[in-house]
């Protein structure tokens, strides 16, 4: 992804796939923009390929592109995505349980 003050540009690897949006006029991001600026989509590919141009990342890029492969649709399932820094390492069998550990009303942790 490529963010600038104006335009938000999302590459997917993954068949390839590509989003564009202007934040200024669309900050919901509701209308894909790729097929309609062009110019601003090279630009922002090709800030993304040079940013992956070094060790660490190299292997997202074929030559000055950024890497595509085949698409491939995945298994719809439930993305757990943690914040340990906060203790949280998994979801609640109940979502009332989500807050244990926390003061209601302040939302802080109780120590």
């Given at each position: 992804m490529v963010v600038t003050d104006e335009w938000k540009y999302i590459f997917m690897a993954n068949g390839g796939r590509e989003q564009l949006f202007n934040l200024r006029q669309d900050p919901n991001e509701v209308s894909n923009r790729i097929g309609s600026a062009p110019g601003i989509r090279d630009d922002l590919h090709a800030?993304?390929?040079?940013?992956?141009?070094?060790?660490?990342?190299?292997?997202?890029l074929d030559g000055d592109k950024l890497r595509v492969f085949p698409f491939r649709e995945r298994a719809r399932m439930r993305i757990y995505q943690f914040d340990r820094s906060h203790g949280v390492l998994g979801f609640p069998n109940k979502p009332e349980d989500a807050l244990q550990g926390f003061d209601r009303a302040t939302l802080k942790r109780v120590k």
């Open positions: 800030l993304g390929a040079k940013a992956c141009g070094v060790p660490g990342a190299i292997d997202a």
